[in-house]
């Protein structure tokens, strides 16, 4: 019972370099969305999806995309690396947008150099 | 705008003490709240959710949480606390209105002396 699965858990990057942060669940849920965790901010919503080929925003997007080709994986790309992107990053994944519990991946440590 | 607060960034208790932590939200909806635990180098685990109903939720572990819509508030509660219990833990809180897109608190973090 996977779960949410995101590789990989440490990543470090040199400024201007791009990658992939993996997400794949197994429970057939339709809504999956990314975090960046920061100290004393707790975790802020980069983008999510509500279903395969349906993805929007979240309240800090800038210099990440996604894509949701199939319902179980949720990529997200980081085009340009900058070290403010420097941040822990959660995927999670719910059977519905809203009052549903959320399941998260262990997370990626991401530094950006 | 929607936002949610936890006044306290650190908190620490004894083994066997009671424990609370503060959660308090400015919504302009009916929000529905949860609480989430981080173990050092882990996801987040839900302990425990409000959507409607019985004001006074109980969660894993444990836990409890009320509800209190005049005060804004949904603060977690544990009679005894357990050294296993420290981490790190999110209140989180959503809104149809607001396009239930989940707003997390800034985390307590909570030390157990043994």
């Known amino acids: 019972n996977a779960g949410v699965t995101q590789t990989p858990k440490f990543q470090v990057l040199k400024t201007g370099q791009s990658m992939t942060l993996q997400c794949a669940q197994d429970?057939?849920?339709?809504?999956m969305s990314w975090y960046r965790q920061d100290p004393g901010m707790g975790l802020r919503l980069i983008h999510y999806s509500v279903g395969a080929g349906i993805t929007d925003q979240g309240e800090v997007p800038n210099g990440y995309n996604v894509s949701r080709s199939t319902t179980e994986d949720f990529p997200l790309r980081l085009l340009s690396a900058a070290p403010s992107q420097t941040s822990v990053y959660f995927c999670?994944?719910?059977?519905?947008?809203?009052?549903?519990?959320?399941?998260f991946g262990q997370g990626t440590r991401l530094t950006v150099v | 705008a929607q936002s949610v607060t936890q006044p306290d960034i650190h908190i620490t208790v004894s083994e066997g003490a009671s424990l609370e932590l503060r959660c308090n939200y400015s919504?302009?909806?009916?929000?529905?709240l949860f609480w989430y635990v981080q173990s050092p180098g882990q996801g987040l685990q839900l302990l425990l959710k409000y959507f409607s109903g019985d004001t006074l939720v109980q969660g894993i572990k444990g836990f409890e949480a009320e509800f209190k819509r005049s005060q804004s508030s949904f603060n977690l509660r544990k009679p005894s606390v357990h050294w296993s219990d420290a981490a790190e833990y999110f209140c989180a809180v959503g809104a149809r209105e607001y396009g239930n897109k989940l707003v997390f608190g800034a985390g307590t973090i909570l030390r157990v002396k043994s």
């Open positions: 919504y302009g909806a009916t929000p529905y």
């Open positions: 999670a994944s719910s059977r519905t947008q809203g009052n549903t519990e959320a399941f």
């Open positions: 429970m057939n849920h339709e809504y």
